[in-house]
């Protein structure tokens, strides 16, 4: 019997390890958590690196195992400075769905990346300001939306592209996502609200900053579909989930958004709403990201209670008996699970429900990382990359019988239609054509 499989060995046995140390904190400024339980779970099977998009396609990027337990090890003992290859790491998460001992590698990544913004990184550097801005997506999606065709021409025209390249290292191969005319929260005013009022079916949805900014057409049909099904939708004051702030190690950041959001939802749980994200990125920020980093007032309470918005769906109401019953005209979807969605354990639900829906061919393009990872592939040094990342995503599209994409993030879908030039659904859109 080898050493992992015997019952004896101590390794697997994490309960009796943890009452008999002294904990360590390793990057105080950080976290207030020591990670030591988690680490030592590690047994080093390098199920996590296999499962790395970024190890992959670059060679000199060390890996999550690298990157989450043994870096924690090397810092503890002689106190090292924390490996600048922590900004390579793209964020998407699948090294936790790997790793068969539950090791908080995300949770090591993110604390890693955040020390290392905070106490190595130059603050006037191009990348540190580059960073910044993508981290804060939601800022300059709000300037740009006030005047959204002017922003538009401008941050479509190739010029300013390659000054945004030359200048702040943001790749100028992608085309801009393009500003809404009306934001979504300008739709949902000019509407008056919620339509259906209710005690019992109640729901907040956390809308984030792409569907209220760039694809409202996203949070419209998901308070159509929502509100066909009888719940009452309100839409508290939020910020960004914090998800790009994580990737690009802004904690500070990130915990002030997560302060706000917890306040204006967390309330909410009480008066019986439970809170909906239409984005697998928010979705899973809010349920594991938030109270794994931060310690704030009701965060545990907000992370129970929420989902994403098929998920809740599928749980609560007769979601695949009401769409056998319905039928569209015949389309054929490619469908793309994102990474974020498959650490929720989300990655069929859209094709499972899809296959019932009269009219609808729908396949799933198997399971590779688009490459985009939020804002990693808008990084000038890192689009080669991404693009390497995606090709099996790109190819498994091309084959299949679909000419247009299907899939819950945002930012996957801008890697999608990049790379094949296909128009991209969300499954919210389907569903609202379906049953509303």
């Known amino acids: 019997m080898s050493d992992a499989e015997s019952p004896g060995n101590p390794t697997l046995t994490p309960d009796a390890q943890t009452d008999d140390f002294e904990a360590v904190e390793v990057f105080p ?23 790395c998009p970024v190890a992959e396609v670059d060679d000199e990027f060390p890996g999550p195992k690298f990157q989450g337990p043994e870096q924690w090890r090397l810092k503890r003992k002689e106190d090292e400075a924390v490996d600048d290859s922590i900004m390579s790491c793209s ?23 955040g020390e290392y913004v905070d106490e190595q990184m130059d603050k006037l550097s191009r990348e540190y300001i580059r960073n910044r801005i993508l981290a804060n997506y939601g800022t300059l999606a709000q300037l740009g939306s006030m005047f959204p065709r002017l922003a538009n021409a401008v941050m479509g025209n190739s010029v300013v592209q390659r000054i945004n390249e030359k200048v702040l290292g943001i790749t100028a191969e992608r085309d801009f996502p393009e500003f ?11 509407r008056g609200g919620p339509q259906v009022r209710s005690d019992e079916k109640r729901v907040a949805y956390f809308h984030g900053c792409y569907s209220n900014y760039n694809t409202p057409e996203v949070g ?10 009888g719940y009452e939708v309100v839409v508290p004051k939020q910020r960004c989930s914090g998800t790009p702030m994580f990737a690009n190690g802004m904690l500070d950041d990130a915990k002030r958004a997560a302060g706000i959001n917890v306040d204006n939802f967390a309330g909410l749980i009480p008066e019986g709403y439970d809170i909906i994200a239409s984005c697998t990125s928010c979705s899973m920020s809010l349920r594991q990201e938030y109270p794994e980093l931060f310690d704030i007032d009701g965060i545990e309470d907000l992370s129970a209670h929420t989902y994403e918005a098929l998920e809740y769906l599928r749980i609560h109401e007769d979601l695949e008996g009401a769409v056998r019953e319905a039928s569209v005209d015949d389309q054929a979807f490619a469908y793309h699970a994102p990474c974020h969605g498959r650490n929720q354990g989300l990655d069929r639900q859209a094709v499972e429900l899809f296959r019932q829906l009269d009219g609808v061919e729908v396949e799933d393009v198997g399971d590779s990382c688009s490459g985009i990872s939020g804002t990693y592939g808008w990084k000038e040094e890192k689009y080669d990359k991404s693009m390497q ?17 299907m899939t819950e993030c945002p930012t996957c879908s801008m890697q999608m239609e990049h ?17 509303v």
Request: proline share 4%; aromatic share 8%.
């Open 389 to 405: 990342i995606g090709a099996d995503m790109f190819d498994h599209m091309e084959h299949a019988q679909g000419s247009v994409g």
């Open 91 to 113: 964020n998407c998460m699948r090294c936790d769905d790997a790793c068969p001992s539950g090791v908080p590698l995300s949770q090591m990544h993110n604390t890693a990346r």
């Open 220 to 229: 419209k049909a998901m308070v159509r579909v929502f509100e066909s099904f």
């Open 419 to 435: 790379g094949t030039g296909y128009d991209i659904k969300h499954p919210l859109q389907l569903l609202e054509e379906a049953l």
């Open 29 to 51: 400024d950080s976290t207030d958590m020591d990670l030591r339980p988690g680490a030592d779970n590690c047994y080093k099977c390098t199920a996590c690196d296999v499962s």
């Open 180 to 190: 809404a005319t009306q934001t979504f929260r300008e739709w949902w005013n000019e």
